[in-house]
Nanobody, 125 residues
Framework: QLQLVESGGGLVQAGGSLRLSCTAS????????MVWFRQAPGKEREFVAT????????YYAESVKGRFTISRANAKNTVSLQMNSLKPEDTAVYYC??????????????????WGKGTLVTVSS
């Protein structure tokens, strides 16, 4: 089992920044592609950003491209999501997920191997 724990969520004003972290334990972290998803109130969970196991490739949803940056530190078993220029529509519970794969992984939701419990991000206008 790979346990994932997200942290760093909170309340921020529009235009502000937050940095989310996801810390893994239980299995070798470096074998997994890591993905951030989010779920806004009343909406379906959606893809946000992904990074390959090596960190060499990243991919973003169009809605966050240019504002969010995903990174990972395999030696520390962490993946981070730096979120800048936040908008009220970024308000959601953010989840990190892992997929045992060497490829770029954007989903599907049911295909992810492990999930964290999420951290709430609230952006006020």
């Amino acid at each position: 089992q790979l346990q994932l724990v997200e942290s760093g969520g909170g309340l921020v004003q529009a235009g502000g920044s937050l940095r989310l972290s996801c810390t893994a334990s239980g299995r070798p972290f470096s074998s997994y592609a890591m993905v951030w998803f989010r779920q806004a109130p009343g909406k379906e969970r959606e893809f946000v950003a992904t990074i390959t196991w090596s960190g060499s490739s990243t991919y973003y949803a169009e809605s966050v491209k240019g504002r969010f940056t995903i990174s990972r530190a395999n030696a520390k078993n962490t993946v981070s999501l730096q979120m800048n220029s936040l908008k009220p529509e970024d308000t959601a519970v953010y989840y990190c997920a892992a997929k045992y794969s060497g490829a770029v992984v954007t989903g599907p939701l049911g295909g992810m191997d492990y999930w964290g419990k999420g951290t709430l991000v609230t952006v006020s206008s």
